[in-house]
């Protein structure tokens, strides 16, 4: 198996104070405005809305906190979310875990670390002169995403990982940085959709590749599902905007 569980943590969360009467603040307008907006989605219940609002005021007022006296933040407010993303996790566990897919899983999270697979794929893509504005457009969407999101949206969002709601041994070591949104898949997608956007016509393989590493981060039990999600999201976004700069990259010219 890819872990041992050696004791669930306690999930309860200690009791908060009820919000005195005053002035509007910036957590309970986050709380209003994300109850208005679940109500407008066909389908969405008013209860379940005012709970998800009162998870994202909780975690609003924490960071509101910190901004105001340099304070750690309070555990994970929103963990009780996560319930149906713990699920997954261990729905993944339950039907493949097993130590040769612990070995695979191993190989591909490591070719996504620091980007490396797709660092050394953009170096020779730009070596090549045929294929040199698909290596440049590899290379630029990974600082991209290495600045938008593991230098800035990881630690805005500052998502725990799944790993710190319980004991576990896990097969590598234990990242310290947020969770959200995945840096690997962030970076793998991007590199795609630039080989994509620029006619590279080997881009399916390494998409699988990308998937690949991808999955292996859930099931490494680092990411939650939603951090691949959130992760593919800004890679394709990453992916067009590097194309989108090439023509101000003068090396190419």
């Not at 009467?21 to 989605?41: M, P």
């Amino acid at each position: 198996m890819l872990f041992r569980k050696n004791k669930k943590r306690d999930r309860q969360e200690t009791d908060r104070p009820e919000q005195t009467a005053g002035r509007a603040s910036f957590h309970e307008g986050v709380g209003k405005g994300t109850e208005q907006f679940l109500t407008r989605i066909p389908g969405m219940d008013r209860q379940t809305a005012r709970e998800f609002a009162r998870h994202a005021s909780e975690a609003a007022k924490a960071w509101e906190d910190f901004a105001e006296t340099g304070a750690t933040p309070p555990a994970e407010p929103l963990k009780d979310t996560y319930r149906w993303e713990f699920k997954w996790l261990n729905g993944i566990q339950n039907v493949f875990a097993n130590r040769v897919m612990d070995s695979i899983m191993l190989v591909f999270s490591h070719l996504g670390d620091v980007g490396g697979i797709w660092i050394v794929t953009g170096l020779l893509l730009l070596l090549n002169q045929s294929f040199r504005r698909t290596g440049a457009a590899v290379l630029l969407a990974l600082v991209l995403s290495a600045i938008i999101c593991n230098g800035i949206i990881k630690n805005i969002v500052g998502r725990a990982r799944p790993y710190s709601y319980e004991q576990l041994e896990l097969l590598i070591r234990p990242p310290k940085d947020p969770s959200f949104p995945s840096g690997h898949t962030s970076a793998s997608v991007a590199s795609v959709m630039a080989m994509a956007l620029t006619g590279f016509s080997w881009w399916p393989l390494f998409a699988v590749i990308a998937f690949l590493i991808a999955f292996s981060r859930m099931y490494l039990y680092v990411h939650f599902p939603s951090d691949i999600l959130g992760g593919a999201a800004f890679g394709l976004l990453i992916g067009w905007l590097a194309v989108r700069m090439l023509p101000y990259i003068t090396i190419l010219r």
